[in-house]
């Protein structure tokens, strides 16, 4: 803060601290049916170590608490005493506000407080030349008015499909997964959906590499949550995997196993499970036989799983399909 507005800062301080002067403030300032919400008796200058520091701040501030409404509450005053121009006073003031919420709650309360600011201005320009509105800090007032600062819009994956998520293209494949992370169940009750149209060779060959190794190891995490999916269900899993992607990726896949099995023996821990995955894959790199594809296409038509899959999978034709069932 510059020296010419220490003198300023001080009187403004020392004026508002008295409460008899603060009430008279809020009486000629404030609108009637604002003011009547105040509890003026509840009154109380917040202590420093409460109050928000702004390092570039460029007007001095007090604080009081009181009971606004019959909730806790503050009345938040800041005086302009620089004569440079600030169209961002707005903004300043709404991450200030912010902020002392946040702070109300870290002091263990559980719901935020009603923060009245109120600025007292006395610079060079008369009358003061900036807009008090949030809006006119943006470049387009309008639209920021139309989008910005309303409730924040939610994508509840608990309450969708996977039909529904498996239409939101490349997305649907991380939005699955988190679906159905917590869930404690075979993942062929919608795997199908997660490897259906083609999305991981899409992701392997499109998006990146590595970007289809992190699905596929958030995928095994998955599968080790779930209690009742043992190896010989994970390794079937993982065959179809190999069937859903281009050699490329299986060769990946391998030596991602591999190296899961080798951090596995490092650390002596879950050596069979990973073994197992790797063996898995490895029964899924030989899937063009033709005995094969008929035994993983009996245990995907047994576990529900969608026939568009299976079909491009396997490589199977309805009617085999429909031989398998009698």
Same mark, same amino acid.
């Given at each position: 803060?510059?020296?010419?507005?220490?003198?300023?800062?001080?009187?403004?301080?020392?004026?508002?601290?008295?409460?008899?002067?603060?009430?008279?403030?809020?009486?000629?300032?404030?609108?009637?049916?604002?003011?009547?919400?105040?509890?003026?008796?509840?009154?109380?200058?917040?202590?420093?170590?409460?109050?928000?520091?702004?390092?570039?701040?460029?007007? *001095?501030?007090?604080? +009081? %608490?009181? @009971? !606004?409404?019959?909730?806790?509450?503050?009345?938040? /005053? =800041?005086?302009?005493?620089?004569?440079?121009?600030?169209?961002?006073?707005?903004?300043?003031?709404?991450?200030?506000?912010?902020?002392?919420?946040?702070?109300?709650?870290?002091?263990?309360?559980?719901?935020?407080?009603?923060?009245?600011?109120?600025?007292?201005?006395?610079?060079?320009? *008369?009358?003061?030349? +900036? %807009?008090? @509105? !949030?809006?006119?800090?943006?470049?387009?007032?309008? /639209? =920021?008015?139309?989008?910005?600062?309303?409730?924040?819009?939610?994508?509840?994956?608990?309450?969708?499909?996977?039909?529904?998520?498996?239409?939101?293209?490349?997305?649907?494949?991380?939005?699955?997964?988190?679906?159905?992370?917590?869930?404690?169940?075979?993942?062929?009750?919608?795997?199908?959906?997660?490897?259906?149209?083609? @999305?991981?060779?899409?992701?392997?060959?499109?998006?990146?590499?590595?970007?289809?190794?992190?699905?596929?190891?958030?995928?095994?995490?998955?599968?080790?949550?779930?209690?009742?999916?043992?190896?010989?269900?994970?390794?079937?899993?993982?065959?179809?995997?190999?069937?859903?992607?281009?050699?490329?990726?299986?060769?990946?896949?391998?030596?991602?196993?591999?190296?899961?099995?080798?951090?596995?023996?490092?650390?002596?821990?879950?050596?069979?499970?990973?073994?197992?995955?790797?063996?898995?894959?490895?029964?899924?790199?030989?899937?063009?036989?033709?005995?094969?594809?008929?035994?993983?296409?009996?245990?995907?038509?047994?576990?529900?799983?969608?026939?568009?899959?299976?079909?491009?999978?396997?490589?199977?034709?309805?009617?085999?399909?429909?031989?398998?069932?009698?």
């Amino acid at each position: 803060m510059s020296s010419i507005s220490k003198p300023h800062d001080a009187l403004f301080k020392r004026s508002l601290q008295h409460k008899q002067i603060m009430v008279d403030w809020l009486v000629h300032h404030l609108p009637k049916e604002t003011l009547a919400l105040i509890d003026t008796a509840t009154l109380v200058m917040t202590p420093n170590e409460y109050v928000p520091k702004w390092p570039d701040t460029l007007y *001095s501030d007090i604080v +009081y %608490s009181c @009971k !606004i409404g019959g909730k806790p509450g503050y009345i938040y /005053l =800041a005086a302009e005493h620089q004569s440079s121009d600030d169209e961002m006073m707005a903004f300043r003031i709404l991450c200030y506000v912010v902020e002392l919420m946040n702070n109300h709650l870290k002091q263990g309360h559980k719901k935020l407080p009603i923060v009245l600011p109120l600025v007292l201005y006395h610079g060079e320009k *008369s009358p003061y030349p +900036y %807009s008090t @509105k !949030i809006w006119d800090c943006f470049e387009n007032p309008e /639209l =920021a008015k139309a989008i910005a600062l309303k409730p924040f819009q939610l994508i509840d994956l608990t309450v969708m499909s996977d039909e529904e998520i498996n239409q939101h293209g490349l997305a649907s494949v991380m939005e699955i997964l988190f679906k159905h992370y917590r869930q404690r169940q075979s993942p062929f009750s919608w795997l199908g959906a997660l490897l259906s149209k083609g @999305k991981m060779t899409t992701i392997y060959t499109q998006v990146s590499p590595d970007y289809f190794k992190d699905v596929l190891r958030y995928f095994i995490e998955i599968c080790g949550k779930a209690n009742e999916t043992g190896t010989d269900e994970l390794d079937k899993a993982l065959a179809l995997w190999v069937q859903s992607v281009p050699e490329q990726a299986q060769e990946d896949i391998m030596t991602f196993a591999q190296q899961l099995e080798k951090r596995g023996e490092e650390r002596g821990e879950q050596r069979g499970m990973q073994k197992g995955m790797q063996q898995g894959m490895q029964q899924g790199m030989q899937q063009g036989r033709q005995e094969r594809n008929v035994e993983i296409a009996k245990q995907l038509l047994a576990s529900n799983v969608d026939r568009s899959v299976i079909k491009m999978s396997t490589g199977l034709s309805d009617e085999e399909l429909d031989m398998l069932l009698h």
